[in-house]
């Protein structure tokens, strides 16, 4: 293949008009799983949420959630909490022996990782195991930070190979 453009397989295939209540476009037919793009993923995923059988196996209550969306701005939102710091470090404090896992793709240009480091460094743990391969840092108090390499902003959605396997380990307690 070389220096060719890949195939786009969606040129070739019919629109349909989807009309879910959620968002009136017309997209591609998604009868090619491979060339589903990330906006009709997107759109998808919404379709499959409200499903009524979905959200019976999902535990929904009935008329709890009237229309699952993926990014709801609809909702009023009034940010009043300036730093969740303290909550977080009275949550892995507190001897519960809770475990937490923060993780970051190294690609995330909305929330970047050195961020993410800047935060954790402020909630004052020790390092008790230094980094390794995946960007790996264990912090006393059960606190372990990833970085998932050539994840973006959600990780899982890039790299959903690497951050399963990274989530399996954690939860079986295995180094990552």
Same mark, same amino acid.
């Given at each position: 293949?070389?220096?060719? =453009?890949?195939?786009?397989?969606?040129?070739?295939?019919?629109? *349909?008009?989807? +009309?879910?209540?959620?968002?009136?476009?017309?997209?591609? *037919?998604? +009868? *090619?799983? +491979?060339?589903?793009?990330?906006?009709?993923?997107?759109?998808?995923?919404s379709?499959?949420?409200?499903? $009524?059988e979905?959200?019976? @196996?999902?535990?929904?209550?009935?008329?709890?959630?009237p229309l699952?969306?993926? *990014?709801?701005?609809?909702i =009023?939102?009034?940010?009043?909490?300036?730093?969740?710091?303290?909550?977080?470090?009275s949550?892995?404090?507190?001897?519960?022996?809770?475990?937490?896992?923060?993780?970051?793709?190294?690609?995330?240009?909305?929330?970047?990782?050195?961020?993410t480091?800047?935060?954790?460094?402020s909630?004052?743990? @020790?390092i008790?195991?230094?980094?390794r391969?995946?960007f790996?840092?264990?912090?006393?108090?059960?606190?372990t930070?990833?970085?998932?390499?050539?994840?973006?902003?959600?990780? =899982?959605?890039?790299k959903p190979? $690497?951050?399963?396997?990274?989530?399996?380990?954690?939860?079986s307690?295995?180094?990552?």
């Open positions: 293949m070389g220096d060719q =453009p890949a195939l786009n397989l969606k040129i070739y295939k019919e629109s *349909c008009s989807l +009309d879910t209540g959620i968002m009136n476009r017309s997209v591609q *037919c998604a +009868d *090619c799983h +491979d060339a589903i793009d990330k906006d009709e993923g997107y759109v998808m995923s379709i499959w949420a409200n499903k $009524e979905v959200r019976e @196996a999902l535990g929904v209550h009935k008329g709890s959630v699952w969306l993926r *990014c709801n701005h609809g =009023p939102y009034t940010t009043d909490i300036l730093s969740s710091v303290e909550y977080h470090r949550l892995l404090t507190s001897g519960g022996g809770y475990r937490s896992l923060v993780y970051s793709g190294d690609h995330d240009m909305v929330v970047p990782f050195v961020g480091q800047a935060w954790i460094r909630l004052g743990f @020790a008790v195991d230094q980094w391969p995946w790996t840092r264990m912090y006393s108090n059960n606190l930070f990833a970085t998932v390499k050539g994840g973006g902003h959600t990780a =899982p959605e890039y190979k $690497e951050c399963l396997a990274m989530v399996v380990r954690w939860l307690g295995r180094p990552l």
